[in-house]
């Protein structure tokens, strides 16, 4: 049972490059989160889907969109990297208010 | 944007001391977990609570949903070299809201 997959584990941009973060999970659960987590911040809400279908944002989600293709997968874009954006992505499951997480990618932009 | 606030932000103690953390929040809560993270990894769930007053075991770990519903508290017992770590306390807001808020952790370091 492989839970939470994420990838691309690694991933080093330019400034200005576009890139899709892709995340799968086989738990069968309804809702999914996008977070970022950077150092002495925590985990920061990116964009989340309560279920198949709806998208809404979380606490930054500017320079992010994000797709919720079905219900086992939930990608996260970003159109034009910027620096700001390094960071270590966490995508999530969740049901009956369990909240599972991936192993995380880590991005960065020079 | 909204965060916890968890404390102690880091600790160093010895191997078989007992460890106690907090997370405070301004808002109610439905929901607390409670979370581990090792270098390099995803957290992962140690306990979750859903009650008020709520007192839940996980081996060494006991963690309570506080009765105000505005604050969790996980202590540790016997600490052991394999619980160096960061712990993470995440709290879902109430009913219509599918969000679960972080704390910024504490680091557990334990001396051997």
């Known amino acids: 049972n492989a839970g939470v997959t994420q990838t691309p584990k690694f991933q080093v941009l330019k400034t200005g490059q576009s890139m899709t973060l892709q995340c799968a999970q086989d738990m069968n659960h309804n809702s999914m989160y996008w977070y970022r987590q950077d150092p002495g911040m925590g985990l920061r809400l990116i964009y989340y889907s309560a279920s198949e279908g709806t998208t809404d944002k979380g606490e930054v989600p500017n320079g992010y969109n994000v797709s919720r293709l079905n219900k086992r997968e939930f990608s996260l874009r970003l159109e034009s990297a910027a620096p700001s954006q390094t960071s270590v992505y966490f995508c999530?499951?969740?049901?009956?208010?369990?909240?599972?997480f991936g192993e995380g990618s880590r991005l960065t932009v020079l | 944007g909204q965060q916890l606030n968890q404390s102690p932000q880091s600790m160093f103690i010895q191997e078989g001391e007992d460890v106690s953390m907090n997370c405070t929040s301004s808002s109610i809560f439905n929901t607390w977990l409670w979370y581990k993270q090792d270098p390099g990894e995803g957290p992962v769930l140690l306990i979750a609570l859903y009650k008020a007053g709520e007192l839940t075991s996980n081996g060494r770990l006991t963690a309570q949903f506080g009765i105000t519903r505005k604050d969790s508290f996980l202590n540790i017992s016997a600490s052991i070299p394999s619980d160096v770590g960061i712990y993470f306390c995440a709290g879902q807001g109430t009913s219509g809201t599918y969000k679960y808020i972080f704390g910024t952790g504490t680091r557990l370091k334990v001396l051997a």
């Open positions: 999530a499951s969740s049901e009956v208010g369990e909240l599972f």
